[in-house]
């Protein structure tokens, strides 16, 4: 009898929802707005991105290469260049920087909305501005051309967005993260490098400008910027080398923070022992090989799916601190004891840049660890530096920062008669300077194609691989062998493809 | 009219001699009142009655059973139907039964003989078809209705009416996703799919309670006692709102005025299973592996072992299917009592059902009871009150739905190895096989991989899952006649669904195993639960008139409310220490997901009706709905679907009733709109939430929460109509022994609502939207005939076919075709399979054409032995210097020497070009027989098991394959259809090699039933007993090469017909005893 009324009858049929907030309800307050912003933050987290495949899958280079394969196992087709465009780990990375570019555009469209402080509303603009160029850089350097959806989508009408240029998301790239160095805070206001701050985006700045320098875009105006840039951290008296090159690595498993060194990170927290999914693959995936559960908690389990190619080894003369932290110079036996490889045992080696070991977090999660993965670290703007000042200046401005990065290490030092006066030598010696100082951290594919020299390396380094590599690892040179030039950038989804009719296929997929 | 019957056919001197005994009678009762009522009463004690019992043909009718309503006293009539029984009073009341008829009662007064003529029970064109808010006959019907024949279905072995209603209407699509008790995944399909991703089954009215998810397992098949099926747009849109999809209204038996009677009906039988899967032996195994990988096969097999390939011919190996697979019990139980006064009614009737599945540790159970009650208050008030509970179970781990291949079971049966890794050689180099030994063995391996599969016998086992629902439908009404013509009735009524989802992974089983690397859990398990209720009141005022003796008026409006509320909230734990506690040693584990959540809608609903016929020869229909819905936002919430119908009975035409032959005669026309709201509840707003897995550690600190946009949102969302017209011919031959209907329709559905796939830019992967046009037109047709009728012997067939066109008309955004994918294994799940085409049905399978397998002519051989492929061969998407001979090759259709995405096309119909049932009652004395085919002819089945285990497209190294990849491609042996060992081209790429033709015609029941002879019965104080045997599933003709045609796992219109892992089809037979007291 209620609905005779027409009027009663809306009521009766006007429900509100009871288990999610709707947005237009929300970012109402500044607790909304750093929610959400966290949640802008979380996607680097993801298995995707840094919680895993970015440094493994995705960056399979002339460093190192998937060694989870032998009589019961296959390697995974993104691992040796086997992937299609419907292979679901070319589609997460997509998705997943487009999630968080969907959330960063949802905040900054509402963060004139709830009423507060205003030094805290503009932090947080500049930190979600910054995330979603960041996520953005990930995608055209990765995929090429992509949309750039650069407001909240909000209708499922109209869904064809036709790719952006190169040129035209790297300009974002670059407006947006101008914008917000000027509006996040200092790295010593915040204290730690799980946070956006001003260094971060500037050392950031400096790597897309480097990037730009180099293929497809080849706009070499951008070496000056990459030097004002790493410039601005390296007269930051803030910035400076942890004089203990394992220590980085420790800290990280410990999870304690050097804001000297490093720069920005990405926060890994817990074991799953709780609710919390906070944790990531680092150490686990690509850890030292130990599988015995008795050892779990004191060496933690690893289960060694990478391992460094005998080039690697190579690179690092006899006394550089770094060759035997970053490549394990032993492996575990069952018995928790280290035996030590032979000297020509190069293959077997597993990355040993990240252990388990000193890892504090009690007890330790087989597959997920809480060390936190640096995104940004010093060495590398210093290396960065050092290779725009070479294009622009020539090595005698260059070789102080590759000195400083290699006096650290304890490697011979570019000085006196070692110095180099070429520019072309110093070119081929930073760029296995950065190698050796920044292998396993996510950044050497990507170096390697904005040189120029991906699929050249690739070639050479599968015919070397085969050459030399024992029948026990036969399937070490196949990543390089299957390369080829379409391996520059990874096709455009299927699934994308499939919706978005406006997008093209990239070149030879 | 009894009187009439007898005089026209007895004898004279026997008619005269029994009138004369009636005048007698009559002269007794008039002078009675003269006497003392003692007296009176002593008289009355010694009426004796007799007479003879006909069938409406005048053949005498012997075994029917006479009995006094109220006393114990019954009597048989004997071979000339005649029966005498003694003791009565005036007010006796004598009931006259006999299976097959009416039951008929009639008052002794002052009659002395009583002669009755029993009217078969109704079939065809005269039965009474209950429609949206009352009831008509079905000669009088305006719209397209379908009718179960419910004592054929009942026959079926099964535990709910939906596992047995395929074909059984012409134009009702019932399909199962795969064989699992409990959970085979039945969608009812009425007149073609309308809707693309949101659910298609009908509305179901069950005792005038409109559910739009109905759990039909809820049901007792044996306590239905009619079902209706409302197929066309003026029979449904009274039901408006939902009714698009088509509606089933489903009465239940109530209690009968008569004495009470007792049914007790038990059936007892197994489950067997209809087909298996012929695998590689040990040798072929080995010989598979070795091509594979060497090394590996030395190390488990060979080398390492000292053995080679040959050692292997005579070993038998374990095939895991013999395992897993049994022959289960099956048990249904179903006891009623009956029975009532002329005011007061009852039913009470309960069931207990136990089927076991044909996969070890498996099953389904229901207890179940219902209460019907049927009060006459006063001459003005009537009361009805139905109850129904319902306690179901099923377990068993998940064979097909599971997110991971390894995890589905039929998958991990092929796939687990014949051989032990860990393979033992006697003293005499002899292969030792410990069946036993490799049965408890968890890996069949010493040291498991992190991809290695697991036993699957002990995981299917161990593996702990059940889902129980509790059920409670309650439902009243209220009719008062306000005066003779005008009623008004309440309806009221509650349902309760409550669902319990547990599972319990310990260490035997794959998630659980400690020794599984993958396995972060430790032994671990989660428990849900959800509850829905749903309320409804429906208030109609129903006004009937006949005016003039010419004009017929039934006119009804109403208003209604319903309202849906759910909840569901569950929790996961992990690291339990005591795993032998199972699911109660949860909170001794460590929590680490939780779920809550709640939800509702409401429905306001107008409605009206006028039904209108002018001298039962022109009859019309029209009629009026107005929904509103809080799944829309407040401005397109409201919706109105009017429909109208017209029908022309030319059999009361004089010109048709001059032809003998033609007993019925009926045109029907029909044509209006539904609608449909199955969307979310809140769809049309957008969401935040902040889900535990976006909260990020600042400062190596507790996470902070962090939000996400979870949903876009749409707020035009706006109700899906379908607009529906309907032209039909009912006729009916010789004295309706041939009854034939046609009908054929046309239906559009406009704004479908969609969960559409959005591209990822837009930061979301799906979206509610009405998107496109579609539509479904086709011919409908059923035959039922009495073939032969004698005494003895009768043969009666009832046949239907249905043709369904499925078109879509429009796609949104203007596009041309929309693509989807399935989701089932990780590496495929990217690719779409189907396609949604302007001009095409719903789905087509998209994909390469196979273009067989590359032979050594198509390469160039390099000095150093190396094959380069020809310049003008293409490749098969993989880079040209990969190809090799033996490698799979697909159909260059762009003609551009590669195969890229443009190469895809469509490649197989998903839906089938016929579909229909065809069934044969025979009775010869008191033996029936029932024999009931089904069929569907023209759709394919992508069969993705032969993905895996033809030719291991997912490169997996120790898995078995079926037997027939033993005739793969190798350098002697130049296969065009199997490729070589390796050869499997690029990942992720569906094409037509494994598409089949997926047309059968099963046997589906096959019944025998003996009744005996009440007469014989009447000494053990039964009224009726039956025998019975039946069988379900029995033969199945089809081509297709897997399990079972009948099959489409994960099913969704948009991706339908997929085999994968599917849960095997059993066969059922059971043998039966049904007893009436």
């Given at each position: 009898?209620?609905?005779?009324?027409?009027?009663?009858?809306?009521?009766?049929?006007?429900?509100?929802?009871?288990?999610?907030?709707?947005?237009?309800?929300?970012?109402?307050?500044?607790?909304?707005?750093?929610?959400?912003?966290?949640?802008?933050?979380?996607?680097?987290?993801?298995?995707?991105?840094?919680?895993?495949?970015?440094?493994?899958?995705?960056?399979?280079?002339?460093?190192?290469?998937?060694?989870?394969?032998?009589?019961?196992?296959?390697?995974?087709?993104?691992?040796?260049?086997?992937?299609?465009?419907?292979?679901?780990?070319?589609?997460?990375?997509?998705?997943?920087?487009?999630?968080?570019?969907?959330?960063?555009?949802?905040?900054?469209?509402n963060i004139n909305k709830p009423i507060m402080d205003e030094q805290r509303r503009s932090t947080i603009l500049g930190e979600a501005l910054f995330l979603r160029a960041y996520y953005y850089f990930l995608l055209v350097s990765n995929y090429g051309k992509v949309p750039m959806p650069l407001e909240p989508v909000t209708s499922p009408a109209g869904n064809d967005m036709p790719a952006s240029s190169i040129r035209e998301v790297y300009d974002q790239i670059i407006q947006d993260m101008e914008i917000a160095e000027t509006l996040v805070l200092p790295i010593q206001d915040i204290g730690f490098g799980g946070r956006i701050s001003k260094s971060a985006v500037r050392g950031i700045l400096a790597r897309v400008n480097?990037?730009?320098?180099?293929?497809?875009?080849?706009?070499?105006?951008?070496?000056?910027?990459?030097?004002?840039?790493?410039?601005?951290?390296?007269?930051?008296?803030?910035?400076?080398?942890?004089?203990?090159?394992?220590?980085?690595?420790?800290?990280?498993?410990?999870?304690?923070?050097?804001?000297?060194?490093?720069?920005?990170?990405?926060?890994?927290?817990?074991?799953?022992?709780?609710?919390?999914?906070?944790?990531?693959?680092?150490?686990?995936?690509?850890?030292?090989?130990?599988?015995?559960?008795?050892?779990?908690?004191?060496?933690?389990?690893?289960?060694?799916?990478?391992?460094?190619?005998?080039?690697?080894?190579?690179?690092?003369?006899?006394?550089?601190?770094?060759?035997?932290?970053?490549?394990?110079?032993?492996?575990?036996?069952?018995?928790?004891?280290?035996?030590?490889?032979?000297?020509?045992?190069?293959?077997?080696?597993?990355?040993?840049?990240?252990?388990?070991?000193p890892e504090l977090v009690i007890p330790k999660n087989r597959n997920f660890t809480p060390q936190n993965f640096p995104i940004l670290r010093y060495a590398d703007v210093l290396l960065m530096y050092a290779e725009a000042v070479n294009e622009l200046l020539g090595p005698e401005e260059a070789?102080?920062?590759?000195?400083?990065?290699?006096?650290?290490?304890?490697?011979?030092?570019?000085?006196?008669?070692?110095?180099?006066?070429?520019?072309?030598?110093?070119?081929?010696?930073?760029?296995?300077?950065?190698?050796?100082?920044?292998?396993?951290?996510?950044?050497?594919?990507?170096?390697?194609?904005?040189?120029?020299?991906?699929?050249?390396?690739?070639?050479?380094l599968g015919i070397e691989i085969a050459g030399e590599v024992p029948a026990s690892r036969i399937y070490a040179p196949y990543a390089a062998q299957n390369v080829s030039t379409r391996h520059l950038l990874y096709p455009i989804p299927t699934y994308e493809l499939s919706l978005n009719r406006s997008l093209e296929q990239n070149p030879n997929w | 009219m009894t009187n009439i019957t007898y005089f026209r056919r007895k004898p004279f001197v026997r008619t005269f001699g029994l009138s004369l005994l009636l005048i007698f009678v009559h002269m007794l009762f008039f002078s009675e009142s003269a006497y003392s009522k003692e007296k009176a009463t002593l008289l009355q004690q010694t009426i004796q009655v007799t007479g003879q019992v006909k069938d409406q043909k005048g053949e005498a009718l012997p075994g029917v059973i006479v009995s006094v309503r109220g006393s114990r006293q019954s009597v048989v009539t004997d071979k000339n139907?005649?029966?005498?029984?003694?003791?009565?009073?005036?007010?006796?009341?004598?009931?006259?039964?006999?299976?097959?008829?009416?039951?008929?009662?009639?008052?002794?007064?002052?009659?002395?003989?009583?002669?009755?003529?029993?009217?078969?029970?109704?079939?065809?064109?005269?039965?009474?078809?209950?429609?949206?808010?009352?009831?008509?006959?079905?000669?009088?019907?305006?719209?397209s209705v379908g009718s179960v024949n419910i004592e054929q279905m009942a026959q079926a072995p099964v535990m709910s009416f939906d596992q047995a209603l395929a074909g059984r209407v012409a134009g009702v699509q019932v399909s199962s996703a795969e064989g699992q008790p409990g959970e085979e995944g039945i969608s009812i399909v009425i007149r073609g799919a309308n809707s693309l991703t949101q659910d298609n089954s009908p509305l179901f009215v069950v005792d005038g309670f409109p559910m739009e998810d109905f759990e039909a397992s809820s049901l007792n098949p044996e306590e239905i006692a009619s079902m209706d099926i409302l197929k066309d747009a003026s029979a449904t849109a009274i039901y408006g709102a939902r009714g698009a999809n088509g509606v089933i209204i489903i009465e239940t038996k109530k209690g009968q005025e008569g004495r009470p009677t007792v049914t007790f009906n038990t059936r007892t039988g197994i489950n067997?299973?209809?087909?298996?899967?012929?695998?590689?032996?040990?040798?072929?195994?080995?010989?598979?592996?070795?091509?594979?990988?060497?090394?590996?096969?030395?190390?488990?097999?060979?080398?390492?072992?000292?053995?080679?390939?040959?050692?292997?011919?005579?070993?038998?190996?374990?095939?895991?299917?013999?395992?897993?697979?049994?022959?289960?019990?099956?048990?249904?139980?179903?006891?009623?009592l009956r029975g009532g006064t002329r005011q007061?009614?009852?039913?009470?009737?309960?069931?207990?059902?136990?089927?076991?599945?044909?996969?070890?540790?498996?099953?389904?159970?229901?207890?179940?009871?219902?209460?019907?009650?049927?009060?006459?208050?006063?001459?003005?008030?009537?009361?009805?009150?139905?109850?129904?509970?319902?306690?179901?179970?099923?377990?068993?781990?998940?064979?097909?739905?599971?997110?991971?291949?390894?995890?589905?079971?039929?998958?991990?049966?092929?796939?687990?190895?014949?051989?032990?890794?860990?393979?033992?050689?006697?003293?005499?180099?002899?292969?030792?096989?410990?069946?036993e030994g490799f049965l408890e063995d968890e890996f069949g391996d010493e040291e498991p991989s992190v991809n290695s599969s697991f036993n699957p016998i002990l995981n299917a086992q161990n593996t702990y899952r059940t889902r129980r629902d509790n059920t409670l439908n309650v439902n009243g009404s209220v009719d008062y006649a306000i005066t003779k013509a005008l009623t008004f009735r309440v309806n009221g009524g509650i349902k309760q669904f409550q669902r319990r989802s547990e599972t319990f992974y310990n260490s035997s089983t794959m998630q659980g195993n400690p020794r599984r690397p993958n396995n972060i859990r430790g032994q671990y398990g989660s428990v849900g639960f959800s509850e829905t209720t749903t309320w409804l009141n429906e208030n109609i005022l129903r006004w009937k008139k006949r005016i003039n003796k010419q004009h017929n008026l039934d006119v009804l409006g109403g208003f209604t409310l319903q309202g849906v509320a759910r909840n569901n909230y569950g929790y996961s734990s992990q690291f339990v220490p005591n795993e032998e506690l199972g699911m109660s040693g949860l909170d001794e584990g460590v929590p680490y997901s939780a779920s809550a959540s709640i939800s509702d809608h409401t429905l306001a609903s107008f409605l009206g009706r006028v039904n209108y016929n002018y001298k039962w020869r022109y009859l019309f229909t029209a009629s009026f709905r107005a929904d509103g819905s809080s799944k829309f936002s407040a401005r397109n919430r409201w919706s109105y679907f009017p429909s109208g119908a017209f029908a022309w009975r030319m059999d009361r035409e004089a010109f048709i009733q001059d032809i003998p032959w033609i007993s019925e005669s009926k045109l029907r026309v029909s044509f209006g709109y539904t609608g449909n709201n199955r969307v979310g509840?809140?769809?049309?707003?957008?969401?935040?939430?902040?889900?535990?897995?976006?909260?990020?550690?600042?400062?190596?600190?507790?996470?902070?929460?962090?939000?996400?946009?979870?949903?876009?949102?749409?707020?035009?969302?706006?109700?899906?109509?379908?607009?529906?017209?309907?032209?039909?011919?009912?006729?009916?031959?010789?004295?309706?022994?041939?009854?034939?209907?046609?009908?054929?329709?046309?239906?559009?559905?406009?704004?479908?609502?969609?969960?559409?796939?959005?591209?990822?830019?837009?930061?979301?992967?799906?979206?509610?939207?009405?998107?496109?046009?579609?539509?479904?037109?086709?011919?409908?047709?059923?035959?039922?005939?009495?073939?032969?009728?004698?005494?003895?012997?009768?043969?009666?067939?009832?046949?239907?076919?249905?043709?369904?066109?499925?078109?879509?008309?429009?796609?949104?955004?203007?596009?041309?075709?929309?693509?989807?994918?399935?989701?089932?294994?990780?590496?495929?799940?990217?690719?779409?399979?189907?396609?949604?085409?302007?001009?095409?049905?719903?789905?087509?399978?998209?994909?390469?054409?196979?273009?067989?397998?590359?032979?050594?002519?198509?390469?160039?051989?390099?000095?150093?032995?190396?094959?380069?492929l020809k310049n003008d061969r293409p490749d098969n998407g993989d880079p040209r210097n990969l190809i090799q001979p033996g490698d799979v090759r697909y159909k260059d259709l762009d003609g551009d020497g590669t195969i890229t995405d443009g190469d895809r096309t469509v490649i197989g119909r998903t839906l089938p070009i016929h579909m229909g049932g065809f069934s044969n009652d025979f009775r010869y004395k008191n033996l029936t027989l029932n024999v009931f085919f089904q069929w569907s002819y023209g759709n394919h089945i992508y069969n993705a098991n032969r993905e895996i285990f033809e030719g291991n497209r997912l490169n997996s190294i120790i898995i078995n394959q079926f037997a027939s990849y033993v005739d793969r491609w190798q350098p002697d042996n130049p296969s065009n259809t199997l490729f070589r060992v390796g050869g499997r081209g690029p990942a992720g790429t569906y094409s037509s090699r494994v598409i089949e033709d997926g047309s059968f015609l099963r046997l589906k029941t096959v019944s025998l039933a003996y009744r005996f002879n009440p007469r014989y019965l009447h000494a053990i104080r039964l009224s009726g007993l039956e025998l019975n045997a039946a069988a379900q599933n029995l033969f199945t003709w089809t081509n297709y090469s897997g399990m079972d045609p009948e099959v489409s796992v994960r099913h969704s219109v948009l991706a339908p017909g997929f085999d994968f892992s599917a849960y095997p089809r059993a066969k059922t037979l059971v043998f039966g005893l049904k007893a009436t007291f």
């Amino acid at each position: 009898m209620v609905c005779f009324l027409m009027p009663s009858c809306e009521k009766f049929l006007s429900t509100t929802p009871q288990d999610f907030l709707s947005t237009p309800n929300y970012y109402e307050t500044e607790e909304h707005l750093q929610t959400a912003l966290n949640g802008v933050y979380s996607r680097l987290q993801q298995d995707a991105l840094y919680g895993a495949n970015l440094w493994s899958y995705y960056d399979i280079a002339d460093e190192f290469y998937w060694s989870m394969t032998n009589v019961t196992q296959t390697a995974p087709d993104i691992a040796i260049y086997r992937h299609s465009p419907s292979d679901a780990q070319v589609r997460v990375l997509w998705q997943t920087c487009y999630k968080g570019i969907g959330d960063a555009n949802m905040l900054i469209a509402n963060i004139n909305k709830p009423i507060m402080d205003e030094q805290r509303r503009s932090t947080i603009l500049g930190e979600a501005l910054f995330l979603r160029a960041y996520y953005y850089f990930l995608l055209v350097s990765n995929y090429g051309k992509v949309p750039m959806p650069l407001e909240p989508v909000t209708s499922p009408a109209g869904n064809d967005m036709p790719a952006s240029s190169i040129r035209e998301v790297y300009d974002q790239i670059i407006q947006d993260m101008e914008i917000a160095e000027t509006l996040v805070l200092p790295i010593q206001d915040i204290g730690f490098g799980g946070r956006i701050s001003k260094s971060a985006v500037r050392g950031i700045l400096a790597r897309v400008n480097l990037y730009m320098a180099g293929y497809p875009l080849q706009d070499e105006s951008r070496f000056a910027e990459t030097v004002r840039w790493a410039r601005m951290l390296i007269n930051d008296p803030v910035h400076r080398l942890n004089p203990d090159y394992t220590d980085i690595f420790l800290r990280y498993a410990r999870d304690e923070y050097d804001i000297g060194e490093s720069i920005w990170e990405v926060e890994f927290w817990g074991n799953r022992a709780d609710a919390y999914v906070s944790s990531g693959r680092l150490g686990s995936r690509n850890g030292i090989e130990m599988r015995n559960n008795d050892f779990l908690d004191e060496i933690g389990f690893a289960y060694g799916q990478i391992s460094a190619v005998g080039r690697l080894y190579r690179r690092y003369e006899n006394g550089d601190v770094r060759r035997d932290w970053a490549i394990a110079p032993f492996r575990f036996a069952s018995n928790g004891t280290e035996n030590p490889w032979n000297a020509n045992q190069l293959y077997e080696r597993n990355c040993g840049k990240w252990r388990r070991k000193p890892e504090l977090v009690i007890p330790k999660n087989r597959n997920f660890t809480p060390q936190n993965f640096p995104i940004l670290r010093y060495a590398d703007v210093l290396l960065m530096y050092a290779e725009a000042v070479n294009e622009l200046l020539g090595p005698e401005e260059a070789l102080p920062a590759l000195n400083q990065v290699r006096a650290r290490a304890n490697a011979s030092l570019y000085i006196g008669a070692n110095a180099i006066t070429n520019p072309d030598v110093f070119r081929e010696v930073l760029r296995e300077e950065r190698s050796r100082e920044l292998c396993f951290e996510a950044l050497r594919k990507m170096d390697l194609i904005r040189w120029g020299i991906f699929s050249d390396t690739m070639f050479w380094l599968g015919i070397e691989i085969a050459g030399e590599v024992p029948a026990s690892r036969i399937y070490a040179p196949y990543a390089a062998q299957n390369v080829s030039t379409r391996h520059l950038l990874y096709p455009i989804p299927t699934y994308e493809l499939s919706l978005n009719r406006s997008l093209e296929q990239n070149p030879n997929w | 009219m009894t009187n009439i019957t007898y005089f026209r056919r007895k004898p004279f001197v026997r008619t005269f001699g029994l009138s004369l005994l009636l005048i007698f009678v009559h002269m007794l009762f008039f002078s009675e009142s003269a006497y003392s009522k003692e007296k009176a009463t002593l008289l009355q004690q010694t009426i004796q009655v007799t007479g003879q019992v006909k069938d409406q043909k005048g053949e005498a009718l012997p075994g029917v059973i006479v009995s006094v309503r109220g006393s114990r006293q019954s009597v048989v009539t004997d071979k000339n139907g005649h029966y005498t029984i003694n003791k009565l009073n005036k007010n006796s009341t004598l009931v006259f039964s006999l299976l097959g008829f009416e039951t008929q009662e009639q008052t002794v007064g002052n009659t002395k003989v009583i002669n009755i003529t029993l009217k078969e029970t109704v079939t065809g064109l005269d039965e009474v078809v209950v429609i949206g808010y009352g009831e008509v006959d079905r000669k009088d019907l305006t719209g397209s209705v379908g009718s179960v024949n419910i004592e054929q279905m009942a026959q079926a072995p099964v535990m709910s009416f939906d596992q047995a209603l395929a074909g059984r209407v012409a134009g009702v699509q019932v399909s199962s996703a795969e064989g699992q008790p409990g959970e085979e995944g039945i969608s009812i399909v009425i007149r073609g799919a309308n809707s693309l991703t949101q659910d298609n089954s009908p509305l179901f009215v069950v005792d005038g309670f409109p559910m739009e998810d109905f759990e039909a397992s809820s049901l007792n098949p044996e306590e239905i006692a009619s079902m209706d099926i409302l197929k066309d747009a003026s029979a449904t849109a009274i039901y408006g709102a939902r009714g698009a999809n088509g509606v089933i209204i489903i009465e239940t038996k109530k209690g009968q005025e008569g004495r009470p009677t007792v049914t007790f009906n038990t059936r007892t039988g197994i489950n067997k299973i209809t087909n298996r899967m012929e695998m590689m032996t040990p040798y072929e195994f080995v010989r598979l592996l070795q091509e594979r990988s060497q090394s590996a096969a030395d190390r488990y097999y060979l080398g390492d072992h000292g053995l080679e390939l040959e050692d292997y011919q005579n070993v038998r190996g374990i095939d895991w299917q013999d395992q897993i697979l049994q022959t289960a019990p099956a048990h249904l139980y179903n006891l009623a009592l009956r029975g009532g006064t002329r005011q007061t009614k009852y039913s009470i009737s309960g069931s207990v059902n136990d089927m076991t599945g044909v996969i070890i540790n498996s099953g389904q159970k229901r207890y179940q009871g219902r209460i019907s009650l049927d009060q006459q208050i006063n001459n003005k008030l009537k009361a009805n009150l139905n109850a129904n509970f319902s306690s179901g179970s099923s377990y068993g781990a998940y064979t097909s739905s599971s997110s991971s291949a390894a995890s589905n079971y039929m998958y991990a049966v092929w796939a687990f190895r014949p051989l032990r890794g860990a393979i033992e050689i006697d003293e005499f180099g002899n292969i030792i096989e410990d069946d036993e030994g490799f049965l408890e063995d968890e890996f069949g391996d010493e040291e498991p991989s992190v991809n290695s599969s697991f036993n699957p016998i002990l995981n299917a086992q161990n593996t702990y899952r059940t889902r129980r629902d509790n059920t409670l439908n309650v439902n009243g009404s209220v009719d008062y006649a306000i005066t003779k013509a005008l009623t008004f009735r309440v309806n009221g009524g509650i349902k309760q669904f409550q669902r319990r989802s547990e599972t319990f992974y310990n260490s035997s089983t794959m998630q659980g195993n400690p020794r599984r690397p993958n396995n972060i859990r430790g032994q671990y398990g989660s428990v849900g639960f959800s509850e829905t209720t749903t309320w409804l009141n429906e208030n109609i005022l129903r006004w009937k008139k006949r005016i003039n003796k010419q004009h017929n008026l039934d006119v009804l409006g109403g208003f209604t409310l319903q309202g849906v509320a759910r909840n569901n909230y569950g929790y996961s734990s992990q690291f339990v220490p005591n795993e032998e506690l199972g699911m109660s040693g949860l909170d001794e584990g460590v929590p680490y997901s939780a779920s809550a959540s709640i939800s509702d809608h409401t429905l306001a609903s107008f409605l009206g009706r006028v039904n209108y016929n002018y001298k039962w020869r022109y009859l019309f229909t029209a009629s009026f709905r107005a929904d509103g819905s809080s799944k829309f936002s407040a401005r397109n919430r409201w919706s109105y679907f009017p429909s109208g119908a017209f029908a022309w009975r030319m059999d009361r035409e004089a010109f048709i009733q001059d032809i003998p032959w033609i007993s019925e005669s009926k045109l029907r026309v029909s044509f209006g709109y539904t609608g449909n709201n199955r969307v979310g509840d809140f769809s049309y707003l957008p969401a935040i939430t902040l889900p535990i897995s976006f909260a990020y550690p600042f400062n190596n600190a507790t996470p902070e929460r962090g939000g996400s946009v979870s949903a876009m949102g749409n707020p035009d969302l706006r109700w899906e109509s379908t607009s529906q017209l309907d032209i039909g011919y009912d006729v009916g031959f010789f004295d309706s022994r041939l009854n034939l209907t046609v009908d054929v329709y046309r239906k559009t559905t406009s704004d479908l609502l969609l969960n559409a796939n959005v591209p990822y830019y837009t930061g979301f992967s799906t979206v509610y939207r009405n998107i496109g046009k579609i539509q479904n037109q086709g011919l409908e047709i059923t035959l039922n005939t009495v073939n032969i009728k004698n005494r003895d012997f009768e043969w009666r067939s009832n046949f239907n076919i249905s043709f369904n066109r499925n078109k879509i008309l429009q796609l949104a955004d203007n596009e041309n075709n929309m693509l989807s994918m399935k989701s089932w294994q990780t590496g495929f799940n990217e690719t779409p399979l189907y396609m949604a085409k302007i001009g095409q049905p719903a789905a087509v399978f998209y994909g390469y054409v196979f273009d067989g397998i590359y032979q050594f002519e198509d390469f160039d051989q390099t000095p150093s032995g190396s094959y380069i492929l020809k310049n003008d061969r293409p490749d098969n998407g993989d880079p040209r210097n990969l190809i090799q001979p033996g490698d799979v090759r697909y159909k260059d259709l762009d003609g551009d020497g590669t195969i890229t995405d443009g190469d895809r096309t469509v490649i197989g119909r998903t839906l089938p070009i016929h579909m229909g049932g065809f069934s044969n009652d025979f009775r010869y004395k008191n033996l029936t027989l029932n024999v009931f085919f089904q069929w569907s002819y023209g759709n394919h089945i992508y069969n993705a098991n032969r993905e895996i285990f033809e030719g291991n497209r997912l490169n997996s190294i120790i898995i078995n394959q079926f037997a027939s990849y033993v005739d793969r491609w190798q350098p002697d042996n130049p296969s065009n259809t199997l490729f070589r060992v390796g050869g499997r081209g690029p990942a992720g790429t569906y094409s037509s090699r494994v598409i089949e033709d997926g047309s059968f015609l099963r046997l589906k029941t096959v019944s025998l039933a003996y009744r005996f002879n009440p007469r014989y019965l009447h000494a053990i104080r039964l009224s009726g007993l039956e025998l019975n045997a039946a069988a379900q599933n029995l033969f199945t003709w089809t081509n297709y090469s897997g399990m079972d045609p009948e099959v489409s796992v994960r099913h969704s219109v948009l991706a339908p017909g997929f085999d994968f892992s599917a849960y095997p089809r059993a066969k059922t037979l059971v043998f039966g005893l049904k007893a009436t007291f």
